[in-house]
């Protein structure tokens, strides 16, 4: 099993529509969440961490679910600048210090007019 | 520009030759990280750096990779004899020691 699990998508949805993503991790010992978005043959670039309590940024709320190891981000009144990869990602340290990010293969988004 | 810069940013090389990729983190990030792409993958962990000292190294890292931060700021990541599964986007990344890693815009290698 993956170490973090994504649909890969893509997910086609019109503009303005709101839009989730899911994402499972294998390590119940995993202690930092985060969504990256990476535009096409650029680099990641945090959109946000993911806090047990879940947390918003505008449009977008990341959720997660210790329990089940599930992880979401809901993209509300999708933009065309919305448009990218969304990469779940999981802190690859165990221990508690950083270490190591572990990233699924990403949900590919694509918002049309 | 104060982000994470690497260079070159496309390197095409032909198969058995050696390349050498470099990182210049954040200026205060005492943190690197070398991290590899493949197409339609999400960044694969390779190697980390605390300073100068090299902490993790991934399994990915065979024999023919090798990384050094000589003076705890810029890195260098060196792959010899390149072979054609070497091919993928070189993506550095550095941190202050918090959870958030900043990437620099990646080296795309191409191994004819």
């Known amino acids: 099993r993956k170490e973090v699990e994504q649909d890969p998508g893509p997910f086609n949805v019109p503009e303005g529509a709101t839009v989730a993503f899911n994402c499972t991790y294998s390590n119940s010992a995993s202690q930092s969440f985060f969504w990256y978005r990476q535009d096409c043959r650029k680099e990641p670039k945090l959109l946000m961490s993911v806090y047990s309590s879940g947390n918003e940024d505008g449009r977008f709320t990341a959720q997660l679910n210790r329990a089940s190891q599930y992880i979401s981000l809901l993209i509300r009144d999708s933009k065309l600048s919305d448009s990218a990869t969304y990469l779940c990602v999981v802190n690859g340290n165990y221990g508690g210090s950083q270490g190591n990010l572990i990233f699924g293969k990403g949900t590919k988004l694509s918002v049309k007019p | 520009d104060t982000g994470v810069s690497q260079d070159p940013r496309h390197k095409i090389t032909k198969r058995g030759q050696n390349v050498t990729f470099r990182c210049d983190p954040i200026?205060?990030?005492?943190?690197l990280y070398w991290y590899r792409q493949t197409l339609g993958q999400g960044p694969e962990f390779l190697t980390y750096f605390q300073n100068e000292a090299q902490l993790e190294k991934s399994r990915l890292l065979s024999d023919r990779f090798s990384a050094e931060r000589p003076k705890g700021s810029f890195s260098t990541l060196e792959i010899q004899r390149t072979e054609q599964g070497d091919s993928a986007m070189y993506l550095c990344?550095?941190?202050?020691?918090?959870?958030?890693?900043?990437f620099g815009p990646g080296t795309r290698l191409t191994v004819l």
């Open positions: 990344a550095s941190s202050t020691g918090t959870d958030t890693q900043y």
């Open positions: 200026s205060e990030h005492n943190r």
